[in-house]
């Protein structure tokens, strides 16, 4: 901890890579998730904006360059191929993604289901911590992560096509992205990834660290009379490994002395995911519908699985069914109704439905999850309000169906000067029981464990209250907050061996979690950008022990130097995670001793030939440290996260 500390206090800025002169189009806010900002200092108030790097990899592990940018953000992975969101500390259900306008669903319970599409058509990343949303559900409790879409050239076209590849486990991939102009299709894009297995930072090869990822992605927009729509549509395709690796209380009854498992097997996801967004104006209110399908289906292999027969294989021969295998339906919509108010307010009204099906493959062996529905309809309202040097919000909303709730949200965000801003907040969530966390039990064996769920669990409620300053200028940027949340029945997994296996059991109980968060950063001169992001959180029960699975202390800082502006400039960066010795029960069964405290260093080059050809490289964990997140499974499997790792892209507009 007194090196945590002591690295917060260290006069090291991160460059901060968020232009300043563009325009975003901030889609996220408490009660909508439409509207438009031209003006940068809004990003301070409560949403941070991120854009997406054009010359790295966009598969779904570009993630990790997101939390450089953000002291909220870190990620759950598996072997550097599933990125999970975690926002001040939690993820799960607890943490929120829209993706093509909505909630995207893909059992984020799942220690290792995360977010399995590339970054197609993706313009920037918008975060939102804490619960603060009413349009999306007051039930992310950490946060929102929204994915911004890009629009429309303003005339003509363009076609980019961009390969990259590396060592030790870096994905050879290919992307195809063509934008163009006018009504519509405006966007449509490829992408083929795969990451061969990996090394780590001792030499050791990761069996079963290998994934493979293929999409498609299409965005249209058109006019039909008075309304606008725009039609949305992702199809991803991926091969996951589950790394090999364990520990002692991986051993089931009957097993031999000394017995290990030899192979973690596969995964196979696949996910379709459609949506249709509307708006018109009837007067002084804008109506506004976003109505979302996604279907994700899974499947677990206890071996190596292929899709298609193998050479030499006999007729006939089939593979075996999956260990476990389900497909989840999900669907929402969402109307509201907008209308501004006295001079600069907007009064928000708005209606939502949810709809999750979960249902097995007949084939598969063992059924962890029942087949099982849950439906949620929701109403809610915001108003917001600017006057003089104070903006004030207030929202509140409802819902009935698997469970019931009320949330609440109060916000005042005051101007001292110019450049100055304090914002306070106080919000109330409700967080229903997933059908995972009730029905849940079997062997897990992408998570590594034996789950049980409860049908008794109740929903959790939060009340949240939190203080952020921020002061912005054309050479400095310094943000800092600090949070504190009371949970009412706050729902986790805790282990018990009584059964004669290793099974993890999911409870309720009240709980605390406070923290402090901050981005400091620099722009001395055109040509030089300083960044840094620091966060730490703190979770307990009322007994004083520890949360499972809270994110460690971190500090990121990065360095941007344009060598020739426009042409060719040069990053450094370095992350620092401290020791995490606050173990839950469940952790200190699943894992062997605290996580120890690491740094990472990385730097990259980027260059462009031409106008139209650019090239980069990249160089990741340079000292070939050892180490394992402690969110990542890897953690809990007794291995080792990727050591050192080059890369290179290229890429040619025409």
């Given at each position: 901890?007194?090196?945590?500390?002591?690295?917060?206090?260290?006069?090291?800025?991160?460059?901060?890579?968020?232009?300043?002169?563009?325009?975003?189009?901030?889609?996220?806010?408490?009660?909508?998730?439409?509207?438009?900002?031209?003006?940068?200092?809004?990003?301070?108030?409560?949403?941070?904006?991120?854009?997406?790097?054009?010359?790295?990899?966009?598969?779904?592990?570009?993630?990790?360059?997101?939390t450089r940018q953000s002291p909220s953000l870190q990620l759950?992975?598996?072997?550097?191929?599933?990125?999970?969101?975690?926002?001040?500390?939690?993820?799960?259900?607890?943490?929120?993604?829209?993706?093509?306008?909505?909630?995207?669903?893909?059992?984020?319970?799942?220690?290792?289901?995360?977010?399995?599409?590339?970054?197609?058509?993706?313009?920037?990343?918008?975060?939102?911590?804490?619960?603060?949303?009413?349009?999306?559900?007051?039930?992310?409790?950490?946060?929102?992560?929204?994915?911004?879409?890009?629009?429309?050239?303003?005339?003509?076209?363009?076609?980019?096509?961009?390969?990259?590849?590396?060592?030790?486990?870096?994905?050879?991939?290919?992307?195809?992205?063509?934008?163009?102009?006018?009504?519509?299709?405006?966007?449509?894009?490829?992408?083929?990834?795969?990451?061969?297995?990996?090394?780590?930072?001792?030499?050791?090869?990761?069996?079963?660290?290998?994934?493979?990822?293929?999409?498609?992605?299409?965005?249209?927009?058109?006019?039909?009379?008075?309304?606008?729509?725009?039609?949305?549509?992702?199809?991803?395709?991926?091969?996951?490994?589950?790394?090999?690796?364990?520990?002692?209380?991986?051993?089931?009854?009957?097993?031999?002395?000394?017995?290990?498992?030899?192979?973690?097997?596969?995964?196979?996801?696949?996910?379709?995911?459609?949506?249709?967004e509307s708006d018109r104006k009837f007067g002084n209110w804008?109506?506004?519908?976003?109505?979302?399908?996604?279907?994700?289906?899974?499947?677990?292999?206890?071996?190596?699985?292929?899709?298609?027969?193998?050479?030499?294989?006999?007729?006939?021969h089939e593979e075996e069914g999956p260990h476990i295998g389900?497909?989840?339906?999900?669907?929402?919509?969402?109307?509201?109704?907008?209308?501004?108010?006295?001079?600069?307010?907007?009064?928000?009204?708005?209606?939502?439905?949810?709809?999750?099906?979960?249902?097995?493959?007949?084939?598969?062996?063992?059924?962890?999850?029942?087949?099982?529905?849950?439906?949620?309809?929701?109403?809610?309202?915001?108003?917001?309000?600017?006057?003089?040097?104070?903006?004030?919000?207030?929202?509140?909303?409802?819902?009935?169906?698997?469970?019931?709730?009320?949330?609440?949200?109060?916000?005042?965000?005051?101007?001292?000067?110019?450049?100055?801003?304090?914002?306070?907040?106080?919000?109330?969530?409700?967080?229903?029981?997933?059908?995972?966390?009730?029905?849940?039990?079997?062997?897990?064996?992408?998570?590594?464990?034996?789950?049980?769920?409860?049908?008794?669990?109740?929903?959790?409620?939060?009340?949240?209250?939190?203080?952020?300053?921020?002061?912005?200028?054309?050479?400095?940027?310094?943000?800092?907050?600090?949070?504190?949340?009371?949970?009412?029945?706050?729902?986790?997994?805790?282990?018990?061996?009584?059964?004669?296996?290793?099974?993890?059991?999911?409870?309720?109980?009240?709980?605390?979690?406070?923290?402090?968060?901050?981005?400091?950063?620099?722009?001395?001169?055109?040509?030089?950008?300083?960044?840094?992001?620091?966060?730490?959180?703190?979770?307990?029960?009322?007994?004083?022990?520890?949360?499972?699975?809270?994110?460690?202390?971190?500090?990121?800082?990065?360095?941007?130097?344009?060598?020739?502006?426009?042409?060719?400039?040069?990053?450094?960066?370095?992350?620092?995670?401290?020791?995490?010795?606050?173990?839950?029960?469940?952790?200190?069964?699943?894992?062997?001793?605290?996580?120890?405290?690491?740094?990472?260093?990385?730097?990259?080059?980027?260059?462009?030939?031409?106008?139209?050809?650019?090239?980069?490289?990249?160089?990741?964990?340079?000292?070939?440290?050892?180490?394992?997140?402690?969110?990542?499974?890897?953690?809990?499997?007794?291995?080792?996260?990727?050591?050192?790792?080059?890369?290179?892209?290229?890429?040619?507009?025409?």
């Open positions: 901890m007194k090196h945590f500390i002591w690295m917060m206090l260290l006069p090291i800025s991160v460059l901060a890579q968020v232009d300043s002169s563009k325009t975003y189009f901030i889609e996220l806010g408490e009660a909508t998730v439409e509207g438009i900002s031209h003006n940068p200092n809004f990003f301070s108030t409560n949403i941070l904006a991120v854009p997406t790097k054009t010359l790295s990899d966009q598969g779904p592990s570009a993630l990790i360059n997101m759950m992975s598996i072997g550097d191929h599933t990125m999970k969101p975690v926002i001040r500390g939690l993820g799960g259900y607890r943490t929120v993604t829209a993706y093509q306008g909505w909630r995207y669903d893909n059992l984020q319970g799942g220690a290792d289901h995360g977010l399995d599409f590339p970054l197609l058509g993706i313009d920037h990343v918008e975060i939102l911590p804490g619960p603060n949303s009413l349009a999306l559900g007051t039930d992310a409790m950490g946060g929102v992560l929204y994915f911004s879409d890009l629009r429309p050239l303003e005339s003509g076209n363009s076609n980019a096509f961009k390969l990259f590849g590396g060592t030790n486990g870096s994905p050879l991939s290919g992307q195809y992205d063509y934008v163009g102009s006018g009504k519509g299709i405006y966007y449509a894009g490829a992408y083929f990834g795969a990451n061969p297995e990996y090394i780590d930072g001792d030499g050791d090869t990761v069996h079963g660290s290998h994934s493979r990822t293929a999409s498609v992605r299409v965005l249209s927009e058109f006019k039909s009379g008075e309304s606008n729509h725009k039609l949305k549509t992702s199809l991803v395709a991926r091969t996951l490994g589950m790394p090999e690796g364990g520990h002692d209380h991986d051993d089931e009854p009957g097993d031999e002395p000394g017995h290990e498992e030899e192979e973690h097997g596969d995964q196979q996801v696949r996910n379709a995911n459609i949506s249709w804008v109506l506004r519908n976003i109505t979302g399908f996604q279907s994700a289906s899974r499947a677990e292999f206890e071996e190596h699985h292929e899709d298609e027969d193998e050479p030499g294989d006999e007729p006939g389900f497909n989840l339906i999900s669907a929402t919509q969402t109307t509201s109704i907008q209308k501004a108010v006295s001079d600069n307010g907007l009064l928000t009204l708005g209606a939502q439905q949810q709809f999750r099906s979960l249902q097995n493959r007949a084939d598969a062996e063992e059924t962890i999850y029942p087949n099982k529905n849950q439906f949620q309809s929701a109403l809610f309202a915001h108003i917001s309000n600017t006057k003089g040097k104070n903006k004030t919000s207030a929202g509140l909303r409802g819902e009935i169906g698997g469970f019931s709730g009320a949330s609440f949200l109060l916000n005042w965000v005051h101007s001292l000067n110019k450049n100055l801003d304090i914002q306070s907040r106080i919000s109330y969530g409700t967080r229903g029981p997933q059908l995972e966390e009730r029905f849940a039990y079997g062997t897990h064996i992408g998570a590594g464990r034996f789950e049980v769920g409860d049908s008794n669990l109740t929903p959790e409620t939060l009340l949240n209250g939190e203080v952020n300053i921020g002061y912005n200028s054309k050479v400095f940027n310094l943000q800092v907050g600090a949070y504190y949340q009371f949970y009412n029945d706050f729902i986790h997994t805790s282990p018990n061996d009584d059964s004669g296996e290793w099974r993890f059991y999911y409870l309720q109980k009240d709980a605390l979690l406070y923290g402090l968060e901050g981005r400091f950063g620099w722009n001395p001169t055109d040509r030089i950008h300083f960044h840094s992001v620091a966060s730490l959180t703190v979770a307990n029960d009322l007994d004083g022990l520890a949360l499972p699975f809270i994110a460690p202390g971190r500090v990121s800082s990065h360095l941007l130097f344009k060598i020739i502006p426009e042409k060719f400039h040069a990053e450094i960066h370095y992350d620092f995670y401290a020791e995490q010795n606050r173990l839950s029960l469940t952790e200190q069964r699943f894992l062997e001793g605290a996580t120890p405290s690491y740094g990472l260093w990385s730097a990259t080059l980027t260059g462009e030939i031409s106008s139209n050809f650019s090239w980069n490289v990249e160089i990741l964990n340079a000292t070939d440290v050892a180490y394992a997140h402690h969110l990542s499974l890897a953690r809990a499997l007794d291995i080792y996260q990727a050591g050192r790792q080059i890369r290179a892209g290229l890429s040619l507009k025409f």
